[in-house]
């Protein structure tokens, strides 16, 4: 069937790196997606979402980057931060529910 | 202040028993879920409703029961037909008509989870 997953399980970077998450889908009726940040024993916090209709999203310190010519998302941290360790999950809207990928741990060393 | 909150935060059960996951909200959301999440793995859908009293299974609603009477509520009950209960249970509710509702998209909202782990 269809899902959502991601290329790499775990990411470890420096502080002050820029970070990139990456996501692949395979339901071309998606039309809006969501990144979200969990951290250690707590719920999933929402980072930034993205319409279809829709290249590039920018929030503050990230950004979210769709292709859907071989349906691929990117999550993108600048200036990556201690506090941003934690797992990250993309999920895809398929009709009235949501579905997660297995998510990426980001590591941030000091 | 307005949120989604589960309780509790853990919960032991013992085997053969049934046992229920509160969920509440305050943030006058329509659509409301419950998601598993077992270690080093994604969410997985259990149930999900969208209007009170009505709701519909998910990817993985055997073992579990739930009910929604009124807006604000959606507990979720783990029977002892869930062979293996022990999970991280997350609630989360959205807008309206799930996440694409008249055409606007809104993320879904979550609670702080419940650890249940069989004894």
């Known amino acids: 069937g269809e899902s959502v997953g991601l290329h790499l399980p775990t990411l470890s970077v420096q502080e002050g790196d820029n970070s990139i998450i990456n996501c692949a889908y395979s339901?071309?009726?998606?039309?809006?997606f969501i990144w979200y940040k969990q951290e250690s024993g707590k719920g999933p916090q929402f980072i930034i979402d993205?319409?279809?209709?829709?290249d590039k999203r920018q929030g503050q310190r990230v950004t979210v980057l769709l292709n859907k010519t071989v349906k691929h998302l990117s999550l993108q941290i600048a200036a990556t931060q201690p506090g941003d360790s934690a797992v990250y999950f993309c999920?895809?809207?398929?009709?009235?529910?949501?579905?997660f990928g297995k998510g990426t741990m980001l590591l941030v060393s000091p | 202040d307005g949120g989604i909150t589960q309780s509790p935060k853990y919960l032991f059960r013992k085997e053969g028993q049934n046992v229920t996951l509160s969920c509440e909200q305050n943030?006058?959301?329509?659509?409301m879920y419950w998601y598993r999440q077992d270690p080093g793995q994604g969410l997985r859908l259990i149930y999900y409703?969208?209007?009170?009293?009505?709701?519909q299974k998910g990817d993985i609603a055997e073992g579990y029961s739930v009910s929604r009477e009124k807006k604000e509520s959606f507990p979720l009950t783990v029977t002892s037909a869930q062979k293996n209960p022990t999970a991280f249970y997350l609630c989360a509710s959205s807008l309206g008509q799930g996440f694409a509702g008249a055409g606007v998209n809104t993320e879904a909202f979550f609670g702080q989870g419940t650890r249940l782990t069989v004894v």
């Open positions: 993205i319409r279809s209709n829709m």
């Open positions: 339901n071309s009726a998606s039309d809006y």
């Open positions: 999920a895809e809207n398929m009709g009235s529910t949501l579905t």
């Open positions: 943030l006058n959301h329509d659509a």
């Open positions: 409703s969208q209007i009170v009293n009505d709701f």
